[in-house]
């Protein structure tokens, strides 16, 4: 991925990409949380969420 950054944005410079990639991955990672936060996943379960699953 750092390479194909770099050939499409023309840099000379293999380590200017790889700032590019960590601060896309950065952002990316923030916009997860973002949305995983909003619509309630990934957290503990709820106290009754083992009552309503059913047998």
């Known amino acids: 991925m750092v390479i194909a950054v770099r050939q499409a944005l023309d840099y000379k410079s293999t380590w200017r990409a790889v700032g590019v990639c960590l601060v ?22 709820q106290a009754g969420a083992a009552l309503l699953a059913g047998p």
């Open 24 to 45: 896309g991955w950065i952002i990316q990672t923030f916009v997860l949380l973002l949305i995983f936060w909003l619509f309630g996943i990934g957290g503990p379960p």
